[in-house]
T-cell receptor, first 109, second 114 residues
């Protein structure tokens, strides 16, 4: 079975502060991990995927297989980063994403 | 189309009534997914289509829920005898293939059962 845990429902930081949204997963094989973001009144959209090893809007995420984590980080948060963030996993020959319950990030001015 | 289109955007229905939710995926996307988004529950997988067939219906909560897809395009999610616990945002997503996870989501249908 595959499972994604986002331990923080809410996270509040000040503008310019570093931010880390935690994601832990459970899967026995080699998963693919993703972060999706939903801004207020907008559609859910892909932010980044671990296989791309990319940085999007200043966010990065590293897959740590030892700790089974895929935390999302940004060194200097901006107010426009305020949104709901979902971590998601797909494993093996599976075809569907399993999502965590999400973390609502609020960046205060 | 330019994106995934869902209709209606909002639906208020009385308990016990049937509802139909529609999803029009991106043209050419063979994979289509329905998810349910509830407060505190995140996104729950409901059903997956590859073409017109649904190899995985495991997420449908009960036999009151059904879905079909015709012509490899439009999909309809039907909820019969709606209950208050069915209230949620129903999201549809499509992708170019079964193992392409760059889902494109629709804006969802907010269902309220009163």
């Amino acid at each position: 079975a595959q499972r994604v845990t986002q331990p923080e429902k809410l996270l509040s930081v000040f503008k310019g502060a570093p931010v880390e949204l935690k994601c832990n997963y459970s899967y026995s094989g080699s998963p693919e991990l993703f972060w999706y973001v939903q801004y207020s009144r907008q559609r859910l959209q892909l932010l980044l995927r671990h296989i791309s090893r990319e940085s999007i809007k200043g966010f990065t995420a590293d897959l740590n297989k030892g700790e089974t984590s895929f935390h999302l980080k940004k060194p200097f948060a901006q107010e426009e980063d305020s949104a709901m963030y979902y971590c998601a996993l797909v494993g093996g020959s599976n075809y569907k994403l399993t999502f965590g319950k999400g973390t609502l990030l609020t960046v205060n001015p | 189309g330019a994106g995934v289109s869902q209709s209606p955007s909002n639906k208020v229905t009385e308990k016990g009534k049937d509802v139909e939710l529609r999803c029009d995926p991106i043209s050419g996307h063979t994979a289509l997914y329905w998810y349910r988004q509830s407060l505190g529950q995140g996104l729950e997988f409901l059903i997956y289509f590859q073409g017109n067939s649904a190899p995985d219906k495991s997420g449908l909560p009960s036999d009151r829920f059904s879905a079909e897809r015709t012509g490899g395009s439009v999909s309809t999610l039907t909820i019969q005898r709606t209950q208050q616990e069915d209230s949620a945002v129903y999201l549809c997503a499509s992708s170019p293939g079964a193992r392409n996870y760059g889902y494109t989501f629709g804006s969802g249908t907010r269902l309220t059962v009163v």
